[in-house]
């Protein structure tokens, strides 16, 4: 089985300021991690995903991850948030394939102006 | 441009009704999933479908039923066997280990 844990359900941080949203994973085989990002009322959009080499990975909007397998962490870092970065963020695992994608609970980001 | 339909937007149901929720991609994608989503408890898988004529019970199928008759289309039916149907649901789509694509969800609530 495997579970992905989000710490923060929510994070304040002031415009222009950096942000990291934890994410942690446990699973028993290798697996694939992704980044989302939702809107209100709308879908969630691919933002990044790690498939498998380096362990930093670039997504959309100057967003990045890095993939840590010792601490089964997959942070989502931006160096400089802006007002249009509020969302709520998801984290998920999949053992790649078709195989099912478990999400974890979301955080929402809360830029402040 | 290539995407995933769902509709309605919004949805009401009464009490006893089944309501059926639409999905269309024209992404040539061979998986779709429905998910459901309920405020601060992220994504539940409902079903999934790898293949046309082919799907699968996910995490919360009790209540649901699906078909996957055409690789374009696959409906979501909420019977009147789920009691607690007012929620998010998103449907999503995949081709290989790329992510999904999701649609931009049918709210429903019960009335």
């Known amino acids: 089985a495997q579970s992905v844990t989000q710490l923060d359900s929510q994070v304040p941080v002031f415009e222009e300021a950096p942000v990291e949203l934890r994410c942690n994973y446990s699973?028993?085989?290798?697996?694939?991690l992704f980044w989302y990002v939702q809107y209100p009322n709308q879908g969630l959009q691919l933002l990044l995903k790690?498939?498998?080499?380096?362990?930093l990975v670039k997504g959309i909007n100057g967003f990045e991850a890095e993939f840590n397998k010792s601490q089964t962490s997959f942070h989502l870092r931006k160096p400089s948030v802006h007002i249009s970065d509020t969302a709520e963020y998801f984290c998920?695992?999949?053992?790649?394939?078709?195989?099912?994608?478990?999400f974890g609970t979301g955080t929402k980001l809360q830029v402040i102006p | 441009d290539g995407g995933i339909t769902q509709s309605p937007k919004y949805l009401f149901r009464k009490e006893g009704q089944n309501v059926t929720l639409s999905c269309e991609q024209n992404?040539?994608?061979?998986?779709m999933y429905w998910y459901r989503q309920d405020p601060g408890q992220g994504l539940r898988l409902i079903y999934y479908s790898q293949i046309v004529n082919d799907f699968q019970k996910g995490d919360i199928a009790e209540g649901y039923s699906v078909s996957r008759e055409k690789k374009e289309s696959f409906p979501l039916t909420v019977t009147s066997a789920q009691k607690n149907p007012t929620a998010f649901y998103l449907c999503a789509s995949m081709k290989g280990n790329y992510g999904y694509t999701f649609g931009s969800g049918t709210r429903l609530t019960v009335v």
């Open positions: 992404l040539n994608h061979d998986a």
């Open positions: 790690y498939l498998s080499g380096s362990t």
């Open positions: 998920a695992v999949s053992r790649g394939g078709y195989q099912k994608v478990t």
């Open positions: 699973s028993s085989v290798s697996v694939y």
